[in-house]
């Protein structure tokens, strides 16, 4: 099946870019789809990609099914059998409400359409993980077990031994696996500014000065997805 990942958590700055780079970069030939369209920040960072801009949003901001339905049709027919969308915050807060009125024939279409959607949530430590836990927690009770969801672990964020002690018993008990991902848990100024030129040039790793490109390269060798 044609495989669509959705990088989605609710909480701007939680990593979603970051996320949809290194599996851009770990995945050459997959289609990548831009629906932030408030940053843009994917399109910016793997311009050498051609991200594909789209959104489901109306003038009211609510997901609307028509141009949905119309996307997966699209997908469909597509060459490519794997895309990664940065869903952005916007589209992300949206999601869980859209997922609640259709995962009863939603899966249905997708099947017909031979499209697999699966759901990357990311999850942070530190101060921002109440709220994306938040909305983890709304998504899966939107989603229903008819999708499939998996946890990216943003370790840039310090993560207390609590926080990842109820991280793992929310995933057990909802049955979900748990990725991570980060280019560094080197927090310095000079390291992360290295880091952003690299994500800024919008040329990819490939086009890195070697030192950057080290940090980069074991990042995507570790993305587990």
Known sequence: MKKLIFVTQSKGGAGKSILSFLMAEKYPDALILDMDDATKTTSLQLAYRNPIPVTFLNKHNVIDRGLFNSFLEGASKSESDLFIADLGASISEQLPFYLEEV???????????????????????????????????????????????????????????????????????????????????????????????????????????????????????????
């Open 103 to 225: 995962n009863n024939f939603l899966p249905e279409i997708l099947n017909d359409l031979n499209i697999s959607l699966q759901l990357y949530n990311i999850v942070g430590g530190g101060n921002i993980f109440v709220q994306t836990m938040t909305y983890l927690k709304d998504l899966v009770t939107a989603a229903n077990h008819q999708f499939v969801i998996r946890i990216m672990k943003n370790e840039y964020f310090d993560f207390t031994q609590l926080q990842c002690q109820q991280l793992e018993e929310f995933a057990s008990v909802h049955e979900l696996e748990i990725g991570s991902f980060t280019i560094s848990n080197d927090k310095n100024t000079s390291t992360q500014d290295r880091l952003r030129e690299v994500l800024k040039s919008g040329q990819g790793v490939n086009n890195a000065a070697p030192i950057s490109k080290a940090y980069f390269k074991k990042a995507i060798n570790n993305l587990a997805v």
